[in-house]
């Protein structure tokens, strides 16, 4: 099948444009930063960062909060995943509050658009 290398983009003739779209944002979309705040919850952290990245966006980052926490579990769990090394920051906030936690995430955001 063909490919339209129109603008970059790598999506067969006959893609849908759903897919057309994707292509073209992966190739020159915006920078995407996803904060998540997180306490004590390493256990959960990884299906919700991996879901994050398996939307399959190039331009995306994900800063992980760990707001208040009682152990190194989710420090842990970023620093030992190696597939998340490039993509996935990991913050401290000493202070308990989810508010706290956005606010020390969007310190370290650097994208044009923040989540």
Same mark, same amino acid.
């Given at each position: 099948? !063909? !490919? $339209? @290398? !129109?603008?970059g983009a790598v999506a067969p003739v006959g893609a849908p444009r759903c897919e057309r779209v &994707?292509? &073209? @944002? $992966?190739d020159s979309g915006p920078a995407l930063d996803v904060i998540v705040p997180t306490r004590n919850r390493a256990d959960r952290l990884a299906e919700c960062v991996d879901s994050i990245l398996a939307t399959g /966006? &190039?331009?995306v980052r994900v800063i992980v909060v760990d707001n208040d926490p009682s152990g190194p579990e989710t420090a842990d769990l970023v620093a030992g995943r190696t597939d998340w090394a490039s993509r996935v920051e /990991?913050?401290?906030e000493e202070c308990a509050g989810s508010s706290l936690a956005r606010n020390r995430g969007i310190e370290h955001a650097t994208a044009e658009i923040v989540a």
């Amino acid at each position: 099948m !063909a !490919a $339209n @290398l !129109a603008g970059g983009a790598v999506a067969p003739v006959g893609a849908p444009r759903c897919e057309r779209v &994707r292509e &073209r @944002l $992966n190739d020159s979309g915006p920078a995407l930063d996803v904060i998540v705040p997180t306490r004590n919850r390493a256990d959960r952290l990884a299906e919700c960062v991996d879901s994050i990245l398996a939307t399959g /966006y &190039r331009h995306v980052r994900v800063i992980v909060v760990d707001n208040d926490p009682s152990g190194p579990e989710t420090a842990d769990l970023v620093a030992g995943r190696t597939d998340w090394a490039s993509r996935v920051e /990991y913050v401290w906030e000493e202070c308990a509050g989810s508010s706290l936690a956005r606010n020390r995430g969007i310190e370290h955001a650097t994208a044009e658009i923040v989540a």
